[in-house]
């Protein structure tokens, strides 16, 4: 019988070195065309405490059974801490017994990209000459790392609000060979691939000026009245979601315009229905993918980790 004092620590470090952008990418594309349903998944719990927010994020597989419990402290970067902390407990499906315990904000960082890319790899133009980042923090490195998995980009901006970590995440990235500068948000003009990786509550860019054949992924909101989104691009782009029902409860980059009558909730398509030929791409109109984070893509990742050791 596996007891608690047994149980193995996968640090953040060993979640890495076992899992690349790419393995993930492949994990959770290989788990939505398997039939995974994200409308099934369990609800998450977002608890309002004083210095930040506690998250309780259940899912289950036929194999494994799961949960991240994770913090949103606001605060934390001025005390030189990071803004998300957490564990993840990975459970065997039948006995419920545990049998891991993973590092929650390495798994959130390799996931949320992982997600992304996989959207992004079916929305995104087959070339991708520019990638334009808004953020400077693990989730758009992440997010580079994830893309560079998709496509052969040939150069990328970073767009940050604190001037300090975007040029550092410039410098980080053109020492490890890669042609990359910081920008300003006017740059989406002629970017393929936009990602939003960022705390902003107000829209990032102007959306008039995205092109026609671009993607654009967002992270960072998952609150109905907080976006990175403009309503210009939202109104005029194939909508793609993880799942409708929980978009239309959190994902304010797309309640907003909705509530503007812009956007009708029907035309909201579920991310599963891309990655199976269910729904086609219009490729005729910007493609926005807007991720609010679910269970089930940290089951998926935990799983494939556990694996992988």
Known sequence: MTTNAALPWISADEVFARVSFGDAVVALDRALAAGLDPAKDFDRSVLDLTNGQLLLMPSESSDYAGVKIATVSPGNPAL???????????????????IALLDGAALTTLRTPAVSAVAADYLAPPRVEHLLVFGSGPQAWGHIEAMRAIRSIERMTIVGRNPERTASLASRLRESGLRASVGTADQVADAQLIVCATTARE??????????????????????????LPSALVGRAQLVVEDTSVALREAGNLLIPIGEGLVEPGTLVPMRYIVTGAASVDRSRPRVFSSSGMSWEDLVI???VFRAG
């Not at 829209?203 to 990175?228: I, K, M």
Request: with cysteine.
């Open 203 to 228: 829209p990032l860019f102007d959306g008039t000026l995205v092109p026609d054949d671009s993607c654009t992924v967002a992270v960072g909101s998952h609150e109905p009245g907080a976006r990175e």
């Open 80 to 98: 030189g801490k990071d803004r998300i902390q957490g564990v993840y407990l990975l459970m065997d499906a039948s006995s419920l017994s545990p």
């Open 302 to 304: 935990a799983a494939e």
